[in-house]
């Protein structure tokens, strides 16, 4: 059973203040996984995790990761405005991105932030937007095939992200003929993944790839970049992945691989999900019960709020507050307002009696969540919300208003004159 920060009283009381559907994110849980995830790599004298901004791009909670020492991977303008504007400057920046505009790169050089090219052609996109090469630079790497000795992650040459290994040496040489004097190499070859094998084996491939770097072009890397990909339990069944655990695996290989080589890069992750996934909550009331073919629960959310069941199929877990131990009702599709079938949080879930103005909570919402959200149908984005370690709720993002929606339209006075009617 998947449990709540929070109670049914919490609930009624928050309702009263914000009209549903809003997200709630949990700070202690997401400081308590910041810490754990530091321990784990403790034994790392550079280690630093570099959240992933597109996966909870609000203020509030990035800076709240910044206090605890995280940097920000980013991969547009306004991403990397966010880090500058929560307390990221320089090196607490990765810009990691492909077909990376002009104004990206620059927006990047201006912050002083690591650039981490995607492609072997971006050395020339990269001097021609700013003008020079920057004295550190990080290289993305696609091996082509991954796998862990648990199972196989599937081969990578569909993969748009990454250069060869060719590629990635050619670069290197370049790159140090242009005066670069620090290099770091990244790879992400995998998404939501509760393998505990995922980043030792990770760790395998690029710990491997730092030796030949060493032999072949007499670089030692300053850091290497393990990215995100670690996966979160969204199923009751499913089991946390131990990052202690993991930690200690990937110094093993570090050990093996990199110390008798006199290499001792810092390592750096980039985990998104694995940070803020299971501390966000979408909260949302029930507005209709229907029996047709199926038996359905309509709520005031959409997939324009949470999108992730709409376009992957992907299961968030729903709890009942105050009925968490109440027996089953039947099976439910639990439906949103878009015009679109696919806009269901759950399919046949079996759920407690519920009725109109009951709310509910979807689990596992804080990353990738209202980030990916958007307006389709003129749904208007939800607020964000943060239960304080002290029990407080702060408004971190206001809820988007008919105003806001309207702000960015070409509107005749006219239609102005119409609007300003209704
Ligand atoms: C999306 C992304 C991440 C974060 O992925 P999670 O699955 O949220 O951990 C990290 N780095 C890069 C380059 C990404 O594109």
């Not at 393998?195 to 710990?207: G, I």
């Amino acid at each position: 059973m998947k449990s709540l920060p929070f109670n049914i009283e919490d609930v009624r009381r928050w309702a009263e203040d914000y009209p549903t559907p809003f997200y709630v994110y949990d700070e202690k849980g997401i400081r308590d996984t910041v810490t754990a995830l530091k321990e784990a790599f403790s034994w790392n004298e550079g280690f630093r995790e570099y959240f992933a901004v597109k996966a909870t791009p609000t203020p509030a909670v990035l800076r709240l990761l910044s206090d605890l020492g995280c940097g920000f991977d980013c991969a547009s303008v306004p991403e990397i405005m966010l880090a500058r504007c929560s307390g990221a400057e320089g090196h607490g920046i990765i810009l990691s991105s492909n077909e990376t505009s002009r104004t990206e790169y620059k927006a990047a050089y201006d912050a002083g932030a690591i650039i981490n090219l995607d492609d072997y052609t971006q050395i020339d996109n990269l001097e021609r937007s700013i003008g020079c090469i920057p004295d550190t630079i990080c290289l993305r790497f696609n091996p082509g095939a991954f796998g862990t000795s648990n199972d196989i992650i599937g081969h990578l040459y569909d993969s748009k992200f990454g250069m060869t290994e060719e590629q990635l040496m050619a670069a290197i040489s370049v790159l140090k003929e242009k005066g670069v004097r620090e290099f770091g190499v990244h790879a992400m070859l995998s998404s939501c993944s509760l393998n505990e094998d995922y980043y030792p084996s990770l760790a395998e491939e690029l710990f491997s790839l730092a030796v030949r770097i060493k032999e072949s072009q007499g670089v030692s890397l300053s850091f290497i970049d393990m990215s995100g990909g670690i996966g979160i339990p969204y199923r009751p069944e499913e089991k946390p992945v131990d990052i202690r655990a993991v930690g200690a695996e990937v110094k093993k290989v570090y050990d093996r691989l990199l110390v008798p080589e006199g290499i001792k890069p810092a390592i750096f992750t980039e985990l998104g999900r694995f940070i803020t996934g299971p501390h966000g909550y979408l909260l949302t009331s029930v507005i209709g019960k229907k029996h047709i073919y199926k038996e359905y629960i309509g709520v005031d959310a959409t997939a324009s709020c949470l999108m992730r069941p709409a376009i992957y199929g992907s299961y968030h877990h729903i709890t009942v507050p105050g009925r968490e131990n109440a027996p089953s009702a039947g099976t439910f599709d639990v439906v949103g307002s878009l015009c679109e079938n696919n806009d269901k949080f759950a399919i046949d879930r079996e759920l407690p009696e519920l009725s109109e103005g009951d709310i509910i909570v979807i689990h596992d919402a804080g990353a990738h969540g209202h980030s990916m959200g958007y307006t389709y149908n003129g749904k208007l984005r939800p607020a964000e919300l943060m239960l304080m370690e002290d029990r407080e709720l702060k408004l971190i993002r206001r809820a988007q208003t008919v105003d806001d929606y309207f702000a960015t339209l070409d509107c005749d006075n006219d239609f102005i004159d119409a609007r300003s009617r209704l």
